[in-house]
């Protein structure tokens, strides 16, 4: 199968980019003298784990519960789920536990490190916290010099039934940054804020073996982590159009794209839809404030390069995408049934949309015949 | 099993609103003395076909050949395929038409016209289909006074494999409405540009039974639809915050809402999260441009009422939801692990992230227990 047999619209993985992408990353992470603990909320995918996972320690990051028992299901055995537990959720996470894995869950709570201590008592079960910093971005997280942070050490920690696996701080706000002055100056505040609270706790004498940062900016371009022992960056693999826009990669670099047809004409109104709109690209706007705005995605021919001069989707419907024609592109280079490939603003969304990947390989392959099909675990 | 039992974020359906949505279109349809053939890409469910359809003459509109297939599975018999055909698909078309259904395509080019009645010789397989008109909005469409109209009508007439249905038209700018009399102006243009191309069809003595209109606001507004044989309105079932602010519905109507839970609180920062992110939610930001703006969501209790003064998603993450409290809402009355229900912007969008429904039912129950899973069918 190639991808012209492709159903529209589908999503593409070019292989060759994709390990690219990971080796970039894993240098990052052996520079800086630190572990690398893939973050696969973006791929949801054990086949892309597994090439993340290589020359590495194998522990992962994942957002929701569901990845946790699909890569537990497939052989993984240390899975940091990286947003705040609740307690009605402990019972899920013990499930996935007696499995033989270990899933390390987050607090920046005082009441919820108590839940967790009582929880574990009552079903007799370990449960393995990170306390998780703010380190700026003002999301999730207690201040690294708060009473609170300390408070919620010294329970876990004389918890018989709960145990301090360390801190751990995430720098989204590297988003908002439109310089590698900037991302290294909030790289350094994520680093700072973890190192703090680690050596708050330790003062405590109290062990603290992790300390986590991550966000793929951050992890790229950080000039020092020292203190730190593990970023856990997600997006690098793929790559996206924003990450494109804030230095983190080369729009060359991005390995996923979605694969439409061109479904009908407006010659005279200067442009044309696509069979990719909201539901195939989704709502995201991440490259509207930054200064190059792709709208919903960048246009590019089905061998991967870009249309000239930035053909772009300026408009989704439910199932349309619509894109507006210039004198570089004219209608009918673009007939109906035309095959195209876009890159989204932010590929975490957009590839929730879609049950699998279909694998292409432009290194070892054309980048157009299908060489593997592999499935992602959505939802919750 | 109860809702406060299901996992977080959970998708909830409240049967008692459906039927009530879904009896007011009817009455809709009734008045305008048209068939209400209902759109099914917002609900995806043959359940939530079933109720739409009890009174009607059993035919649907769907958005994706993927909702085609699994309808007709179920033993639907006449859809409307409501996308640009593109000839590729036709192949796909042909092989639901051989499972008994009638799978009616629309198309806006002469081109296209063309391949169907080519493809139809090769395969030997009779397609049904539809022209569909331009009635203001500017997405897809010829005008109904365009030359193009009447050739695409002409060569479907003359085609020994291609029968022409009718017309239709989709008046989407009616979202762009701020007012019921803006809502009636569309409405009439929907229905003016589709009888029109009718009217100019038949002219030259070939017979257009169909002539097909719809959007939930036009078809509640439409002051008339003389002329008119169907509407194929589609969000009117759930409803949703944007359908609230532009007067297809109350926010008392909205059927479908997420279950979500809070996860951390920022009680210094006077904001707490939520486990519905841009994930569980969508990225939908349409009420931005309305008069009463609620985020990426409105907050309401497990009740379903609104928590005053309208507490409302503000930002979201991939798997955190972000509200700003407010004096009326104080940190303590929410604490981590309290269950909300949250009103999404577009329900369309929200819907596609979840498998299924849970349904419960404010009339014939007390509104939190669960009565029924209903699946969804998402995806291309």
């Given at each position: 199968m190639r991808i012209t047999d492709l159903p529209t619209p589908s999503l593409v993985l070019d292989r060759a980019k994709l390990v690219r992408n990971i080796q970039r990353m894993a240098e990052a992470a052996r520079r800086h003298g630190v572990a690398l603990r893939p973050?696969?909320?973006?791929?949801?995918s054990i086949d892309v784990a597994r090439l993340a996972l290589?020359?590495?320690?194998g522990g992962i990051a994942v957002s929701t519960l569901k990845e946790a028992e699909y890569f537990v299901r497939h052989g993984i055995a240390d899975v940091h789920y990286a947003v705040s537990i609740v307690p009605d959720k402990l019972e899920r996470v013990a499930a996935i536990q007696n499995r033989g894995a270990r899933v390390t869950v987050i607090t920046d709570s005082v009441e919820v490190a108590r839940a967790i201590d009582a929880k574990g008592q009552e079903l007799d079960h370990t449960f393995h916290v990170l306390i998780e910093i703010d380190c700026g971005e003002g999301r999730s997280g207690v201040y690294a010099d708060s009473p609170e942070m300390l408070k919620i050490a010294e329970l876990i920690d004389r918890s018989?039934?709960?145990?301090?696996?360390g801190v751990m701080s995430h720098a989204g706000h590297s988003y908002g940054c439109r310089s590698l002055a900037e991302i290294e100056e909030v790289a350094e505040a994520e680093r700072a804020a973890a190192v703090t609270a680690a050596e708050r706790i330790r003062m405590l004498e109290i062990a603290c073996p992790t300390v986590s940062v991550g966000s793929t900016p951050t992890a790229l371009h950080a000039r020092g982590l020292e203190g730190v022992t593990e970023m856990r960056p997600g997006v690098y693999m793929f790559g996206d159009m924003f990450q494109a826009q804030i230095g983190s990669c080369a729009v060359s670099d991005l390995a996923v794209s979605v694969i439409t047809e061109v479904?009908?004409?407006r010659a005279p109104l200067g442009r044309l839809l696509i069979d990719a709109g909201a539901l195939a690209?989704?709502?995201?706007?991440?490259?509207?404030?930054?200064?190059n705005d792709i709208g919903f995605g960048l246009v590019a021919g089905l061998d991967g390069r870009p249309l000239a001069p930035q053909l772009h989707v300026g408009k989704v419907y439910q199932e349309h995408g619509q894109i507006v024609l210039t004198e570089d592109t004219p209608a009918d280079s673009l007939p109906v049934g035309a095959r195209l490939r876009v890159y989204p603003n932010h590929i975490c969304m957009t590839g929730a949309m879609y049950g699998e990947y279909y694998v292409v390989d432009s290194e070892h392959g054309d980048?157009?015949?299908?060489v593997a099909v592999w499935p992602r675990t959505n939802g919750w």
């Open positions: 973050h696969l909320k973006t791929s949801k290589e020359g590495q320690a018989p039934k709960a145990a301090l696996a479904i009908s004409h690209l989704s709502k995201d706007r991440s490259t509207q404030d930054t200064p980048g157009e015949e299908i």
